[in-house]
C-alpha cells in the first residue's frame, strides 16, 4: 500500500528540467542599479502626517539597509538623473486604520489592531509600470500604533529584494 502511494505521489509530481525553478509564481528578477522613492500619496484618506512621514522615512531606510540598490533617492534628488536605469517607487495610501495600544494590550484577540493598505508601484526609467502591488500592513499586539510604519517599511522592501 505505502509503495503505491509512493508511485502515485511521484507520478503527481511533474518534472523540473535543468534551470527550472519550482515555484510557479516565480519570474525573472527586474535590475536596477537606483531607485528613488517618491512622497506618499494620501488622497482622501485621513491620516496623521507623522504616520506619512514615519512611513517614507522607514522606507528610505529600509531599502538603503537591504542592498537591493546600489544607491537610494530621495524624491526629488537631482543626482538620480544620473542612473540610466533609474526606477521610481511610487507608493499610494488606499486605507488607514488607526487602532488602540490599549486595547491591544488588554485584550489579546486582535482588539485595536491599526491598519495600513498601500499601492506599491515600480515604474522604470521610462516612466511605465514594472511592478505594482499591494501592501497591507498591521499592528496587532503589543506596541504603539506609530509601528505599523514599520511593517509597512518591511514588507514593501521584501517586495523589492524580491524582485530586484
Do not use: C
Request: no cysteine.
Amino acid at each position: 500500500m505505502k509503495s503505491s502511494l509512493a508511485l502515485l505521489m511521484f507520478l503527481a509530481v511533474p518534472a523540473l528540467m535543468p534551470g527550472q525553478n519550482s515555484s510557479p509564481a516565480a519570474s525573472p528578477k527586474l535590475h536596477a542599479s537606483a531607485i528613488q522613492i517618491e512622497l506618499i500619496e494620501v488622497g482622501d484618506v485621513s491620516i496623521p502626517a507623522e504616520f506619512r512621514y514615519a512611513i517614507y522615512e522607514r522606507l528610505l531606510e529600509r531599502v538603503r539597509e537591504s542592498n537591493t540598490f546600489k544607491m537610494v533617492f530621495r524624491s526629488g534628488d537631482k543626482a538620480a538623473k544620473d542612473y540610466p536605469d533609474l526606477v521610481t517607487l511610487h507608493t499610494t495610501l488606499e486605507a488607514f486604520k488607526e487602532g488602540s495600544q490599549t486595547q491591544r494590550e488588554m485584550v489579546p484577540v486582535f482588539a485595536g489592531t491599526t491598519k495600513v493598505d498601500i499601492s506599491a508601484q515600480v515604474t522604470g526609467p521610462d516612466g511605465k509600470p514594472i511592478l505594482d502591488r499591494k501592501i497591507a500592513a498591521k499592528v496587532r499586539m503589543f506596541g504603539e500604533n506609530i509601528y505599523v510604519t514599520n511593517d509597512v517599511a518591511k514588507r514593501i522592501t521584501k517586495m523589492l529584494h524580491e524582485s530586484f
